[in-house]
């Protein structure tokens, strides 16, 4: 009996124990791993935490680097913050999730949500990651004869690259990164074009470091030379395997740009500017042939850069063709027999005026005896012709 009272005494002993144990762990705080969470820059943004579902006083507090930022009392009205809040409505069903509101480079950093219960304290914390991701990316050509490329309102820093298509060694670029006020990252890079025989595709990567997002510009430079008469064909292909694109021809004279025509994939629409003058293969464009077909007999009037570009998703492809006009063989034959022409006026008016000069030197250069004769004769001429009329002759005394 008293072996049996001993074990029951035991048995009742090692449940309160283990019902105390129970009591302690369920009083003390419980930590759930972190959760990382990436923001869009200037977008709302949800933080996650949740808890299980009690009709018990709950207090929900939200730290952002131990600080307090959020503090909300369930049964109660939500703090008047601006900047964030929660879900109220589905607080009772164990949702503590905080919204954040226009995120910025400063809402970055480790969060800690704590959920105040009657018997619990549960704690989770989110590690909050903030990026501006690349929305647009520039490749052009200075006056000095570089390549510049660019892209701005990033966040974090952003790597660029560049290559060749072919593909060349020992690219010289220099890079340059600047932040605003806001925290944004700007990349600029000015690269030295290589020196070579036939074009190179030069192409620009802009990558991001959180999302491994990237972006590529790229620019092709071409001459080409027209024919008066002939029809004028600027070729420009798209990249391999682009879909959803935008084509568009512009024209640079004298610094002065002008639109020519615009094609969308999607649609197959085409907004032309030159319909007189220019054109697109439709069948061949929906396959990504972009060339532009110039008909016009005086090429020369269209001497000038055509810039070619398409852009696609994450894709930037642009092909600039400077056009010069060349005479045709007839024309040209026309304006050099008209060049000789005026050479040999110039030639025969020449001799000319040496003839002349040479007629004048043998009249009167050569010989001035007979000049001087000539000179005489003149002024006995004119003695003559002066004598009186009464005068007779001296032969008239006989008859008188």
């Known amino acids: 009996m008293q072996l049996r009272a001993l074990l029951s005494q035991s048995v009742s002993y090692t449940l309160a124990g283990v019902y105390t144990l129970f009591w302690i762990l369920s009083c003390v705080q419980s930590k759930t791993p972190d959760a990382d969470v990436t923001c869009i820059y200037s977008e709302d943004c949800i933080l996650p935490c949740s808890f299980p579902p009690t009709d018990d006083a709950v207090v929900i507090q939200w730290y952002q680097q131990e600080k307090l930022i959020y503090s909300f009392r369930k049964d109660e009205e939500e703090p008047d913050d601006g900047s964030m809040s929660l879900f109220t409505d589905e607080v009772s069903k164990g949702n503590a999730s905080l919204l954040l509101k226009d995120s910025s480079v400063q809402s970055r950093g480790r969060y800690r949500c704590v959920i105040n219960a009657t018997k619990t304290v549960t704690e989770s914390f989110v590690i909050l990651k903030v990026e501006a991701p690349i929305r647009r990316i520039s490749i052009e050509a200075t006056p000095t004869g570089q390549l510049q490329c660019s892209s701005h309102g990033l966040y974090p820093s952003p790597l660029l690259t560049w290559s060749t298509d072919p593909s060349t060694g020992n690219l010289q670029s220099r890079t ?215 005068i007779s002759p001296l032969n008239n005394k006989g008859d008188s």
């Open 176 to 390: 340059r990164i600047s932040a605003d006020s806001n925290g944004l990252y700007s990349v600029e890079s000015t690269l030295q074009k290589v020196n070579r025989s036939s074009p190179l595709t030069y192409i620009c990567t802009v990558t991001s470091k959180y999302s491994s997002q990237s972006w590529k510009a790229s620019l092709l430079q071409t001459e080409m030379v027209g024919k008066n008469g002939q029809e004028l064909v600027i070729p420009c292909m798209a990249p391999k395997n682009l879909k959803n694109f935008t084509l568009t021809w512009t024209f640079t004279k004298r610094n002065k740009n002008k639109d020519i025509l615009t094609y969308h994939s999607q649609t197959h629409k085409v907004i032309n500017q030159w319909k007189e003058e220019a054109e697109l293969d439709l069948d061949k464009a929906r396959s990504g042939d972009g060339s532009l077909y110039l008909d016009d007999n005086e090429v020369s009037r269209h001497a000038g850069k055509y810039t070619c570009t398409f852009s696609g998703p994450r894709v930037i492809y642009i092909v600039q063709t400077s056009v010069s006009a060349s005479a045709s063989r007839s024309a040209a034959q026309k304006e050099q027999s008209k060049s000789k022409l005026w050479v040999l006026a110039v030639v025969v008016a020449a001799l000319a005026v040496l003839g002349v000069l040479y007629y004048l030197y043998r009249k009167y250069g050569g010989n001035p005896k007979a000049s001087e004769e000539d000179t005489e004769m003149q002024a006995v001429k004119g003695k003559t012709e002066e004598l009186p009329a009464e």
